[in-house]
Each structure stands twice: as structure tokens, then as C-alpha cells.
């Protein structure tokens, strides 16, 4: 579904969010999650995924897992570096492409159109994730925030990005799930905004945000971008 019948103008480059927009983060963690609790024995799945959400210790943080324990007064030094690697390995393999994901990279590659990652997963976990999922191929660079310096919704991750494309903002797009964190930054820097809804499992309402496209499907950037 798009929310303007055509794009504002020819773009060159396109920076696309990573996770719940290339692939189903969410579930892989939660999947992840729920394996770590049936070795522990305590708790399910969401009870643990909510400290990832919650703690204010980060989204990504092995500590979620030893508060966790300890709260629930089963923390042991073997059980937690057991849960970790539970953890780590679990959520990678548990990662699935979206629909059209593949064959629409194919035609943005093949028309030459610049790609970047722009995500708040450290460096080396993109690297996994992406190599994992074999989309590396698809993109010029990837930015994480230890090498922007900044998380999004701030500029600098956009800005580095551009600059690593030499891309100006004017012809570039931007394609994520988070209205807060890449369309709204997004639109304040005059780039083409596209909200992968499809992707946005907390929907968190943000009225104030108004996207140029809202797509259902990955492979709906195609027609956005005119490529057959």
C-alpha cells in the first residue's frame, strides 16, 4: 500500500534497516528466549523476552539473561554461559528472510542503486546476521552505532551512511519498520520514506509521522522504484 502514487524523484541509494525489516528478528529472539527458559526450567518464553525489553540493560544484552536468573534464584556461573550460547545460537538460526526479500535486492542491485544497513545491532552481529542470512552480497556497507557513534533515531547513522554511498539525501530512501526511529529521521533530513509495516510488531502509535510509502510486502519497493 502506498501512501503516494509515485516516488518524489529518482533515487540512487537506499539505506534499509535490518532487523523485522529484512527478517523476523523478533521471533528469532523470542524463539531464543523460549529454548534458554525449557534448559532452565523456569519461566517461558515472553518472561524472559520482557527483560530484553524492559531492563533498561539493552536489547542485546547477556546481562537481561543473568537478572533474569538471579530473580528467579536459579543463577549459576555454568547455567548462564550455557543460556548465553543458547541464546546466541538459537536467535541466528532462527532468523527468516521476509517475502520478496531476495528477489527485490536483485533488481535494486542490478540497477545500480547504492545500498546500506543501517541498524543499532553492534557491527559484529550485523556481520552475522547478514552473512547468516547470505544478504551481505546486496549492500555497499553496513552501520552500526560503534561506528556511527549514534543510535537512531539520531542523524549520524543516516549521515555516515550517505557519506559512505556518496549519496546526497535528496535521492535516497530510507526502509524500516520504526516510524520513530528511521521515518521520522527519515523525513527531517529529506529523504524518501518508506515504513515496512509488515515488520512493525510493537506498533507503537506515532500519528505525528507520516511516511511517503507504507508497504505490506517487501517486494513492494519494486514498483515504488519503477524496476521490473
Given amino acids: ?7 518524489k524523484t529518482e533515487i540512487t541509494a537506499i539505506l534499509f534497516d535490518m532487523d523485522n525489516t529484512l527478517f523476523d528478528f523478533a521471533a528469532a529472539k523470542i524463539a531464543s528466549c523460549g529454548k534458554i527458559c ?6 517461558t518464553d515472553w518472561d524472559l523476552m520482557r527483560y530484553f525489553l524492559n531492563s ?11 537478572k533474569f536468573m538471579k530473580d528467579n534464584g536459579i543463577y549459576n556461573e555454568a547455567d548462564y554461559e550455557t543460556a548465553v550460547c543458547i541464546y546466541e545460537s538459537v536467535k ?17 542491485k542490478s540497477a545500480g542503486i547504492k545500498t546500506a544497513i543501517i541498524t543499532d545491532a ?6 552475522k546476521r547478514l552473512t547468516k542470512t547470505n544478504l551481505a552480497q546486496y549492500f555497499d556497507c553496513a ?25 546526497a539525501a535528496g535521492v535516497s530512501m530510507v526502509v524500516g519498520d520504526s516510524l520513530r526511529r528511521e521515518v521520522e529521521p527519515a523525513n527531517r533530513l529529506g529523504m524518501t520514506s518508506v515504513y515496512a509495516k509488515y515488520g ?27 524496476l521490473k
Wanted: with cysteine.
Fill in 56 to 66: 533498561g540493560l539493552g536489547y542485546e544484552n547477556h546481562a537481561n539473561i543473568e
Fill in 38 to 43: 525449557e534448559f532452565l526450567g523456569k519461566g
Fill in 143 to 167: 552501520v552500526s552505532p560503534d561506528i556511527s557513534g549514534a543510535r537512531k533515531p539520531e542523524p549520524p547513522t543516516f549521515l555516515y551512511a550517505l557519506e559512505k554511498l556518496g549519496a
Fill in 200 to 226: 512493525d510488531w510493537m506498533k507503537i502509535p506515532a500519528k505525528d509521522v507520516i511516511p511517503d510509502y507504507t508497504i505490506e510486502n517487501f517486494g513492494e519497493l519494486a514498483g515504488i522504484l519503477s
Fill in 122 to 127: 553492534e557491527s559484529s552481529q550485523a556481520k
Fill in 92 to 108: 541466528l538460526n532462527s532468523l527468516v528472510l521476509y517475502d520478496n526479500v531476495v528477489p527485490t535486492l536483485e533488481k535494486i
Fill in 1 to 7: 500500500m502506498n501512501t503516494c502514487t509515485a516516488a
